[in-house]
């Protein structure tokens, strides 16, 4: 029987994470200050209107609320508290702090998914969250504690999400990028009472703020998001989660070439870590499985059954 590697995906998937870890540099050096709720919603809506446009398909049933839920997990819920974190802490603590989310998959999974958790997964946690912190934690760093509340709340935001779209899937005839749309359209109209409650809306945005905005849309969002989704639905949500580390580990790397911060031997031996707990959480390459297979084989082998 044929077998499927999951490098390629792996490797496709990883790049939506790397997008990700560049919002913390247009954070801090392109978007207005104190406006993490502008920044998520304009990052969510006009992205996931642009899918919806070149889609064009429509939500039925009980997709309607399936989907509303994953837009608030992804989308809504977590640009609000990831934004906060970013504006609140310095970017790596904020990106350290979100990806603690491994673990809260890895024990979803097992609960929601039936997916066995390996030794080496857990592994895999104790080092990708200590190579994080050695390439983000510096001597000197304050944490404010209304930032480190929001980076816990986007971990756990995502990790439900993820495991709840795994366990979904999608609608049948759906198209990935219809349902990207749908996510990121309904997270971003979640968003705007709160937005124009607590925020409202501009006087005026310069052309540097428009760019960066623009930026988190295109790539921060329609382009990453269908990547993501992609990952979710060919690999084990214990697998897919390690993919996030990526993130800090690219924010680093920018601050590194554009910003002129400096990497430590320290720091390199995080990025090392890292990258090997890609490794160390990769899946096995499993069977293609039989037309007949049944719908719990499928989700331990990591694929998604139809779902109407």
Do not use: H
């Not at 050695?134 to 816990?152: C, D, E, I, M, R």
């Not at 309904?186 to 930026?215: I, K, R």
């Not at 969002?221 to 993919?243: K, N």
């Amino acid at each position: 029987m044929a077998q499927r590697s999951p490098a390629t995906d792996i490797f496709i998937t990883l790049l939506a994470p790397l997008i990700w870890g560049s919002t913390y540099l247009i954070t801090t050096e392109m978007l207005p200050d104190g406006r993490p709720l502008l920044a998520a919603f304009l990052r969510a809506l006009p992205a996931g209107l642009i899918l919806l446009l070149i889609s064009r398909r429509w939500l039925q049933g009980e997709w309607w609320w399936r989907v509303a839920i994953l837009g608030a997990l992804n989308i809504g819920a977590f640009f609000y508290f990831l934004f906060m974190s970013a504006y609140l802490l310095p970017g790596g603590v904020a990106a350290l702090i979100a990806n603690c989310q491994p673990v809260l998959v890895l024990l979803l999974a097992r609960l929601l998914l039936a997916e066995q958790v390996r030794p080496r997964q857990w592994a895999a946690c104790a080092v990708g969250i200590s190579g994080v912190a050695l390439l983000v934690l510096q001597p000197g760093l304050s944490l404010n504690t209304a930032g480190v509340l929001a980076g816990l709340a986007a971990a756990a935001s995502m990790a439900t999400g993820i495991v709840l779209t795994k366990r979904w899937g999608r609608p049948e005839g759906m198209s990935l990028l219809n349902l990207t749309g749908w996510q990121l359209t309904l997270g971003g109209l979640m968003l705007l009472p709160v937005l124009l409650w607590q925020e409202g809306l501009p006087d005026t945005l310069s052309g540097l703020n428009v760019a960066g905005y623009s930026y988190l849309a295109l790539f921060g969002a329609l382009i990453a998001y269908s990547l993501w989704f992609r990952g979710i639905e060919r690999l084990p949500a214990s697998t897919l989660s390690f993919m996030s580390l990526g993130s800090p580990l690219c924010a680093t790397l920018l601050g590194w070439l554009i910003l002129g911060e400096a990497l430590t031997p320290i720091q390199l031996l995080g990025a090392a870590a890292i990258v090997g707990t890609l490794w160390l959480a990769r899946p096995a390459a499993v069977k293609a499985p039989k037309q007949d297979a049944k719908p719990d084989d499928l989700l331990a082998s990591g694929a998604q059954p139809a779902r109407k």
